[in-house]
């Protein structure tokens, strides 16, 4: 009877040890999704904190390769879950070009700005386009883009150090997100208002000029934001970019920040536009993703960190934790973008 026993407890104490292991393999295991993602969003997701959270509390990672916002959501995506590109207007793109997806979601926000160097903001200023109030830099859109059409040379406004006419580096909007949006924002700044389709015979004309001068543009808004960093004020004297990346950087590189923050100016455009990072799922897979990644603390993380305005943490107003000069504590000057139909045409005149 005694052995009896013992067998019945060794075969409890397998079958406890079986269903345990099964339990413990299953909470270990790690779902990995795949995806195109926006360039100015891999700091956020190759951030450790944000790697951890989504492994342990969803039992995610993420694999993704960086691609422009409309490329990616015009090209080929077979065997991706999700897409993350920078802006609603790609969303649309995609529900014309394949219909819905299994979701969507916006993830967090940033407004569309333009960077420049000291030298060119007090010139912008001298020249009443650029105005300084309560430590904040605006730069009249309008007033910007008349002197950009007119072949302004940048010796005319006080800069003979510079070679060329006037005009701001962006990337191609065909492309990458941000050129896209600083397209469909000169559009509105053309059309006096959202342009619409019957604004675009007056309007394409006048957009295709601007954009031909720039020449070669890069593909990526962390390429051009880098090389604006990098190469100074005869390269890059005025570009378009996202307010996320210069208080990214400086969270991220904080001594090189130190060495280049007298030199480095934000001008908020009057009006802007805001980037919205929508998350699109294309199966449901990929539709754990969105949910996980609107975690309090990765959107947190997401401002802290990256610089990133998010909807569901609390509105962020601390600004000076960046240590940036010159951040609007609260975007209110702001235009809708012109609707897809349109910027479709757009992008298809700019390319």
Same mark, same amino acid.
């Given at each position: 009877?005694?052995?009896?026993?013992?067998?019945? +407890?060794?075969? +409890?104490?397998?079958?406890?040890?079986?269903?345990?292991?099964?339990?413990?393999?299953?909470?270990?295991?790690?779902?990995?999704?795949?995806?195109?993602?926006?360039?100015?969003? !891999?700091?956020?997701?190759?951030?450790?904190?944000?790697?951890?959270?989504?492994?342990?509390?969803?039992?995610?990672?993420?694999?993704?390769?960086?691609?422009?916002? !409309?490329?990616?959501?015009?090209?080929?995506?077979?065997?991706? &879950?999700?897409?993350?590109?920078? &802006?609603?207007?790609?969303?649309?793109?995609?529900?014309?070009?394949?219909?819905?997806?299994? @979701?969507?979601?916006?993830?967090? &926000?940033?407004?569309?700005?333009?960077?420049?160097?000291?030298?060119?903001?007090?010139?912008?200023?001298?020249? &009443?386009?650029? $105005?300084?109030?309560?430590?904040?830099?605006?730069?009249?859109?309008? @007033?910007?883009?008349?002197?950009?059409?007119?072949?302004?040379?940048?010796?005319?406004?006080?800069?003979?150090?510079?070679?060329?006419?006037?005009?701001?580096?962006?990337?191609?909007?065909?492309?990458?997100?941000?050129?896209?949006?600083?397209?469909? +924002?000169?559009?509105?700044?053309?059309?006096?208002?959202?342009?619409?389709?019957?604004?675009?015979?007056?309007?394409?004309?006048?957009?295709?000029?601007?954009?031909?001068?720039?020449?070669?543009?890069?593909?990526?808004?962390?390429?051009?934001?880098?090389?604006?960093?990098?190469?100074?004020?005869?390269?890059?004297?005025?570009?378009?970019?996202?307010?996320?990346?210069?208080?990214?950087?400086?969270?991220?590189?904080?001594?090189?920040?130190?060495?280049? $923050?007298?030199?480095?100016?934000?001008?908020?455009?009057?009006?802007?536009?805001?980037?919205?990072?929508?998350?699109?799922?294309?199966?449901? @897979?990929?539709?754990?993703?969105?949910?996980?990644?609107?975690?309090?603390?990765?959107?947190?993380?997401?401002?802290?960190?990256?610089?990133?305005?998010?909807?569901?943490?609390?509105?962020?107003?601390?600004?000076?934790?960046?240590?940036?000069?010159?951040?609007?504590?609260?975007?209110?000057?702001?235009?809708?973008?012109?609707?897809?139909?349109?910027?479709?045409?757009?992008?298809?005149?700019?390319?």
């Amino acid at each position: 009877m005694k052995t009896k026993w013992i067998g019945l +407890l060794l075969l +409890l104490v397998v079958a406890l040890g079986a269903v345990g292991y099964v339990w413990f393999s299953d909470a270990l295991q790690v779902t990995e999704i795949k995806g195109y993602v926006g360039g100015e969003k !891999i700091g956020l997701l190759e951030d450790e904190a944000v790697q951890d959270i989504l492994r342990d509390r969803y039992k995610l990672s993420l694999d993704y390769a960086r691609e422009g916002s !409309i490329e990616m959501v015009t090209m080929d995506s077979s065997g991706q &879950n999700f897409l993350f590109p920078s &802006n609603q207007t790609a969303l649309e793109l995609y529900e014309q070009n394949f219909g819905a997806p299994q @979701a969507s979601e916006i993830i967090f &926000n940033t407004p569309i700005v333009l960077y420049t160097h000291t030298a060119v903001a007090d010139a912008l200023k001298a020249q &009443n386009i650029a $105005q300084e109030s309560g430590g904040i830099t605006t730069v009249d859109m309008e @007033a910007l883009t008349e002197l950009i059409e007119s072949g302004t040379e940048w010796a005319d406004i006080g800069l003979p150090a510079l070679y060329g006419t006037v005009s701001v580096g962006t990337t191609d909007p065909a492309k990458s997100n941000s050129g896209n949006m600083f397209a469909g +924002l000169l559009a509105n700044t053309l059309a006096g208002g959202v342009a619409a389709e019957e604004d675009l015979p007056a309007v394409l004309p006048r957009l295709q000029t601007i954009f031909q001068r720039l020449g070669y543009m890069e593909s990526s808004s962390s390429d051009l934001f880098d090389q604006f960093l990098k190469t100074g004020m005869g390269a890059k004297p005025l570009i378009a970019g996202y307010e996320s990346q210069l208080l990214e950087f400086a969270v991220q590189e904080p001594d090189t920040w130190a060495q280049i $923050q007298e030199d480095i100016v934000i001008l908020y455009p009057t009006p802007t536009v805001w980037s919205s990072h929508v998350y699109i799922a294309l199966d449901e @897979a990929g539709a754990a993703g969105a949910q996980a990644l609107l975690d309090e603390d990765i959107q947190r993380l997401a401002w802290e960190r990256h610089g990133f305005r998010t909807g569901v943490y609390d509105a962020p107003t601390d600004i000076a934790q960046f240590g940036v000069s010159g951040i609007a504590e609260e975007v209110t000057q702001v235009v809708s973008m012109p609707s897809a139909d349109v910027m479709e045409q757009i992008i298809e005149a700019l390319s």
